[in-house]
């Protein structure tokens, strides 16, 4: 239906630039009266389209197209106003603080929160390099300002004062004001002068180590030499993204790009294990002890805070809460796939020496005969398949089933103001009542000086409260999709279609919660159960039925993609999945027990587990997990888990409630009741037992990937 409405503003919008483009020449060549009068009605249309262009969205305060100066004098806007409001807190008689007094900072907050995304999020966005830097410096200035509120002694004491007396007027503002509590504890404000000293010092030096970690990977521009014969299996494209060396020798340079091609093609062994060596090596000198020093000092960081250990530090306020828990759940899934992992390592052994011999396996051999594995048993074409996924119609495909799953009704908005001409915004309704329930930006293409990566961005949380006028969900969604050049349309990988599907979980998760706090009504619920709504929607992608929806022929829409397709990208799906799976988790125990334990010797750790994890394969020679720590050892530290556990869970809701994979909408409805409007305020395990009935459990995610090509 939308992709209906999608096409059509297209076409719109090409029948409107030429009706402009007329215009324009005929003022030119119209002269006297006439041309007054022309001039008269250009104008008075300009001035209705730039009316009707700035026209606000009913219920959102974000600020779209803003300039440089604009956006500083916003910036200066909030954080002057924001000072007011603290000092005003904290002139209070600590006696006499009162609910309403407090919660005049949940105001400020929903209010300044739209402000605050429009000054930061064209950094990201904005065709205008100005403009990029502009907002960057506000964002530090205003981050650099929150920052400082966050530490103020004389508010918290007030807050602190207030709490003491125990007179709370409503669930939800008491888990408000508990929540500023623990930002102001979190900062050390509850502890003696000389530790809330000690702990700032740490911070400062965690910050600093962290980016030289990362400084020190992206820094990183070692390279190997090969003959062309030891690439063989690359085909002679993929060759010419490597540079030569004076002896006409290959340059092979351990980014991802360049290994990645080399781990996956390359039929020699033995060139195979160079790069795979080198690149476990990277950054080994420097970084290893970065990556040490970075470990204790989180550890005595949560000690200040009153904690064992970072690991409970960081699970504490999660899904799993405990560490202890981390480790069952890890180990359990371990467990389960063990079966399931030793059939599909058996394959590749076999294939591995049919084709090279008695060479023993070893993990650098795992991408290769997967991908050789998955050629000469899918049989699919992903650039072929490309073709059958045209933007628009994926897009409608969307919006249908997010009308008839979660009753949610997506409309294009034709003059709302935006910061280039490609992006669309759309209102969402309830499709029962007709209520509006908030707006979604799409910024689909990619573009000079855009932000690259797949991201959804909240702009403003849903807030109402008795001194501000009800603000409803706004999120901008951004992909990085190639536009379409004259009658070619915009076609996606798989990959992007899935991916597509994914954001839109969390585009409905964010616009579905209207709590009455801006700040429990975003994404800003428990990390753990985030990506759950995204993982949930990538399902239907693998559905004959949806898949039918959503692709056809870009030359002839009404030719959707075989069924013998459709069942290969099933079957493709968990391919090897008990493999991935299990190395994914020696990472993340690796990654909880260094997080967990004091002095752990990391290379000893690594040798021990790494067999025990990945049936018997051991550790690269010479390689460290510490110096290039594959799942980001910076920003994911004590939660590399978290991938894993929001996967296998988001798998249970599926099997369990949606298996055949119908829109079926009365549960639709109750997942978006149970489970995706509480946002934060309802314990997530609560929330997801009570829709799925019992507690979540790790089955249906095994029998799911069970459901291999080799199992
Ligand atoms: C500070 O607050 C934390 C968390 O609220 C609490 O666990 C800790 O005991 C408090 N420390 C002091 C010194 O009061
Ligand atoms: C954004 O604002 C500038 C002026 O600051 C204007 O020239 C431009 O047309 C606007 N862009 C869009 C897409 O409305
Ligand atoms: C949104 O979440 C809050 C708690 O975080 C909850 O109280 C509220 O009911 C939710 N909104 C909707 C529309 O259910
Ligand atoms: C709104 O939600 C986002 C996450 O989705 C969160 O980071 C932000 O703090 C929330 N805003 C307020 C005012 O709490
Ligand atoms: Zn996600």
């Known amino acids: 239906?939308?992709?209906?409405?999608?096409?059509?503003?297209?076409?719109?919008?090409?029948?409107?630039?030429?009706?402009?483009?007329?215009?324009?020449?005929?003022?030119?060549?119209?002269?006297?009266?006439?041309?007054?009068?022309?001039?008269?009605?250009?104008?008075?249309?300009?001035?209705?389209?730039?009316?009707?262009?700035?026209?606000?969205l009913v219920g959102s305060n974000v600020r779209v197209n803003l300039t440089a100066n604009e956006i500083r004098k916003l910036a200066d806007r909030i954080t002057s106003e924001s000072k007011e409001v603290y000092d005003a807190v904290a002139s209070m008689p600590v006696d006499k603080v009162k609910y309403q007094d407090i919660m005049v900072l949940a105001e400020l907050e929903a209010r300044h929160f739209p402000l605050v995304q429009s000054c930061v999020f064209p950094r990201l966005v904005s065709i205008s390099e100005e403009v990029r830097k502009a907002s960057?410096?506000?964002?530090?200035?205003?981050?650099?300002?929150i920052g400082s509120c966050r530490k103020r002694e004389d508010v918290y004491c007030v807050v602190k004062a207030?709490?003491?007396?125990?007179?709370?007027?409503?669930?939800?503002?008491?888990?408000?004001?508990?929540?500023?509590?623990?930002?102001?504890?979190?900062?050390?404000?509850?502890?003696?002068?000389?530790?809330?000293?000690?702990?700032?010092?740490?911070?400062?030096?965690?910050?600093?180590?962290?980016?030289?970690?990362?400084?020190?990977?992206?820094?990183?521009?070692?390279?190997?030499l090969f003959t062309k014969p030891?690439?063989?299996?690359?085909?002679?494209?993929?060759?010419?993204?490597?540079?030569?060396?004076?002896?006409?020798?290959?340059?092979?340079?351990?980014?991802?790009?360049?290994?990645?091609?080399?781990?996956?093609?390359?039929?020699?062994?033995?060139?195979?294990?160079?790069?795979?060596?080198?690149?476990?090596q990277r950054c080994k000198e420097v970084n290893v002890p970065v990556l040490e020093s970075l470990v204790q000092l989180r550890h005595k960081f949560a000690r200040l805070l009153g904690y064992d250990n970072y690991a409970e530090y960081a699970v504490g306020s999660r899904m799993a809460k405990s560490s202890s828990k981390v480790f069952e759940f890890l180990e359990d899934l371990s467990t389960s796939l063990s079966d399931l992992a030793g059939?599909?390592?058996?394959?590749?052994?076999?294939?591995?020496?049919?084709?090279?011999?008695?060479?023993?396996?070893?993990?650098?051999?795992?991408?290769?005969?997967?991908?050789?594995?998955?050629?000469?048993?899918?049989?699919?074409?992903?650039?072929?398949?490309?073709?059958?996924?045209?933007?628009?119609?994926v897009l409608q495909g969307v919006f249908k089933i997010l009308q008839d799953l979660f009753g949610l009704r997506f409309e294009v908005i034709v003059s709302a103001e935006v910061w280039q001409e490609d992006i669309r915004v759309f209102s969402v309704f309830d499709l029962g009542s007709g209520e509006l329930m908030g707006y979604v930006y799409l910024d689909l293409y990619s573009r000079e000086g855009k932000y690259g990566q797949t991201c959804v961005l909240p702009l403003q949380n849903s807030s109402l409260?008795?001194?501000?006028?009800?603000?409803?969900?706004?999120?901008?969604?951004?992909?990085e999709f190639l536009k379409e050049d004259g009658n070619y349309p915009t076609?996606?990988?798989?990959?992007?279609?899935?991916?597509?599907?994914?954001?839109?979980?969390?585009?409905v998760h964010h616009i579905c919660n209207r709590s009455s706090l801006a700040r429990f009504s975003g994404l800003r619920v428990d990390r753990d159960f985030v990506e759950i709504p995204g993982h949930v929607l990538e399902n239907w992608c693998y559905e004959s039925s949806i898949l039918k929806l959503i692709s056809g022929y870009h030359q002839d829409i009404t030719r959707p993609i075989k069924d013998d397709v459709c069942m290969s990208l099933r079957r493709w799906r968990h391919s090897f999945s008990a493999l991935k799976l299990r190395q994914e988790i020696l990472y993340c125990i690796f990654d909880q027990i260094i997080h967990s334990t004091d002095n752990v010797d990391f290379l000893e750790l690594f040798k021990y587990l790494h067999p025990k994890v990945m049936l018997g394969l051991p550790v690269l020679e010479g390689t460290n997990p510490a110096s290039c720590f594959p799942h980001s050892a910076i920003g994911y530290e004590a939660s590399c888990y978290s991938r894993i556990w929001s996967k296998v869970f988001a798998a249970d809701v599926f099997a369990s409630k949606f298996r055949d994979g119908a829109l079926n909408h009365h549960i639709g409805m109750q997942f978006r009741n149970k489970v995706l409007a509480p946002g934060g305020a309802k314990d997530p395990l609560e929330c997801l037992s009570n829709f799925i009935g019992r507690e979540p459990s790790i089955q249906a995610f095994v029998d799911s990937i069970a459901f291999s090509s080799v199992g």
């Open 465 to 479: 409260l008795a001194n501000t006028a009800r603000q409803v969900p706004v999120v901008l969604l951004m992909t």
């Open 1 to 56: 239906m939308e992709g209906e409405d999608d096409r059509l503003s297209q076409r719109e919008k090409s029948l409107k630039n030429s009706k402009n483009g007329g215009k324009v020449k005929k003022i030119i060549l119209f002269t006297g009266t006439t041309a007054v009068a022309l001039n008269f009605a250009y104008f008075a249309f300009k001035s209705f389209m730039h009316r009707r262009k700035s026209k606000a």
């Open 343 to 393: 059939k599909e390592l058996a394959v590749l052994q076999e294939l591995k020496k049919n084709e090279e011999g008695d060479e023993p396996f070893g993990i650098e051999d795992l991408l290769y005969y997967m991908k050789k594995f998955e050629e000469e048993n899918f049989h699919l074409d992903f650039g072929a398949l490309k073709e059958y996924f045209p933007l628009s119609l």
């Open 162 to 224: 207030f709490v003491a007396r125990g007179e709370w007027i409503n669930a939800e503002a008491k888990s408000y004001v508990q929540s500023l509590v623990r930002d102001f504890e979190q900062n050390g404000l509850n502890l003696t002068l000389t530790k809330k000293e000690e702990l700032q010092r740490l911070q400062a030096q965690i910050d600093g180590l962290s980016m030289q970690y990362v400084q020190n990977i992206n820094d990183d521009c070692t390279f190997l």
């Open 230 to 280: 030891e690439l063989e299996g690359l085909s002679p494209e993929l060759l010419q993204i490597f540079d030569r060396a004076d002896n006409d020798k290959v340059k092979v340079i351990l980014k991802s790009n360049h290994v990645l091609p080399i781990l996956e093609l390359c039929k020699v062994g033995a060139t195979r294990r160079k790069v795979a060596i080198g690149y476990g």
């Open 136 to 145: 960057a410096e506000a964002e530090h200035r205003i981050n650099t300002h």
């Open 491 to 507: 076609l996606l990988r798989f990959s992007e279609v899935v991916s597509l599907f994914h954001e839109f979980g969390h585009v």
